[in-house]
């Protein structure tokens, strides 16, 4: 079975502009998830979507959006970038949003720089 | 808010040997899961054991065990016999239950672990 899969994996942006990014989880998961990770805040929780339903947000600018479509895959879309915005993102997947029975799968991340 | 805190940055062990990472958390919460992940060079984030809080029976994993102790709020992983492939970047992690606002994983700063041949 595949393993949940991050388009692009690098990225180099200007500041000002938006972008987007992609992730594709699990065969059979519902719930996608997606973290920062920066050197100084470490890995920080952006959203989680379960059935293209935004099931819960973490303290990020409302630059920071996201979906998900109805084959659950799920798009980040980071608008009016700034250089703090450089970063790895990751998305995970997972069965469900309840239960330990159902841990989280990381895709490989996609490494964002803002010039 | 839950936190989690690793005191350790950085840990070394050698080939074969034992170590130990600590990860204490902060939570008013009674039931809840606590996790530990390994983030090799690769970046993806890869599950090494979980622990359900009401479960007394601390978790293991082949070479990997928990030392799960509830009241002191510490969460210590444990990694027997370890091997070349066992350096990475770990991460303790905690989730509340689910059916709350709350519902995602809070991490600690990791622990950068090498292994010496």
């Known amino acids: 079975k595949a393993g949940v899969t991050q388009t692009p994996r690098y990225l180099i942006k200007t500041r000002g502009q938006q972008v987007t990014l992609s992730c594709s989880p699990i065969?059979?998961?519902?719930?996608v998830s997606w973290y920062q990770q920066t050197p100084g805040q470490g890995l920080q929780f952006l959203f989680e979507y379960f059935s293209e339903t935004q099931r819960n947000k973490g303290n990020f600018p409302g630059r920071f959006s996201g979906r998900q479509f109805s084959n659950s895959r799920s798009e980040m879309n980071v608008s009016t970038l700034e250089l703090g915005d450089s970063a790895l993102y990751l998305c995970?997947?997972?069965?469900?949003?309840?239960?330990?029975?159902?841990?989280?799968?990381f895709g490989n991340g996609t490494r964002l720089t803002v010039t | 808010a839950q936190t989690v805190t690793q005191s350790q940055p950085e840990m070394s062990v050698q080939e074969a040997e034992t170590v130990t990472l600590s990860c204490t958390y902060d939570?008013?919460?009674?039931?809840?899961?606590l996790f530990w992940y390994k983030q090799p060079p690769s970046r993806q984030m890869i599950l090494v054991i979980r622990?359900?809080?009401?479960?007394?029976q601390n978790a293991t994993e082949n070479r990997f065990s928990v030392n799960f102790q509830k009241a002191a709020k510490s969460f210590s992983l444990k990694i027997s016999d370890s091997q070349l492939g066992d350096a990475a970047m770990y991460f303790c992690?905690?989730?509340?239950?689910?059916?709350?606002?709350?519902?995602?994983?809070?991490f600690g700063k990791g622990t950068l672990l090498t292994v010496n041949p």
């Open positions: 622990q359900e809080a009401y479960k007394q």
């Open positions: 065969s059979g998961h519902r719930s």
């Open positions: 992690a905690y989730r509340s239950p689910p059916g709350g606002s709350n519902y995602k994983l809070t």
């Open positions: 939570t008013s919460e009674s039931d809840y899961y």
């Open positions: 995970a997947s997972s069965l469900s949003a309840g239960g330990s029975n159902s841990p989280l799968h």
